[in-house]
Nanobody, 126 residues
Framework: QVQLVESGGRLVQAGGSLKLSCAVS????????MGWFRQAPGKERKLVAA????????YYVDSVKGRFTISRDNAKDTVYLQMNSLKPEDTGVYFC???????????????????WGQGTQVTVFS
């Protein structure tokens, strides 16, 4: 059984930075494409960033481009989301997800991911 545990979410002032981490256990981490999703209050869960198995490809939703960076350390079985210049609209529960893929591939839709973490709350106040 694959387990994903997110950490790093907290209350932060607009303009600040946070780094989220997601530790994965139970299977070979490097066989999974990883994604970070955000669910804002009253809204659907949406993909924010994704990274392929060996970090060759990344994806960012337009609203976070230039501010967020997704990365992974396959030696530590961990994926990260560095969030800079945070805005109130970045507020939400952030989930990491793992999906088995071919090398270089990224999943873009939530049903394509096989495993999910429990989420970590990020609240950005102005």
């Amino acid at each position: 059984q694959v387990q994903l545990v997110e950490s790093g979410g907290r209350l932060v002032q607009a303009g600040g930075s946070l780094k989220l981490s997601c530790a994965v256990s139970g299977r070979t981490f490097s066989t999974y494409s990883m994604g970070w999703f955000r669910q804002a209050p009253g809204k659907e869960r949406k993909l924010v960033a994704a990274i392929s198995r060996r970090s060759s490809n990344t994806y960012y939703v337009d609203s976070v481009k230039g501010r967020f960076t997704i990365s992974r350390d396959n030696a530590k079985d961990t994926v990260y989301l560095q969030m800079n210049s945070l805005k109130p609209e970045d507020t939400g529960v952030y989930f990491c997800a793992a999906g088995a893929t071919a090398l270089g591939a990224i999943w873009y839709r939530d049903f394509e991911y096989d495993y999910w973490g429990q989420g970590t709350q990020v609240t950005v106040f102005s």
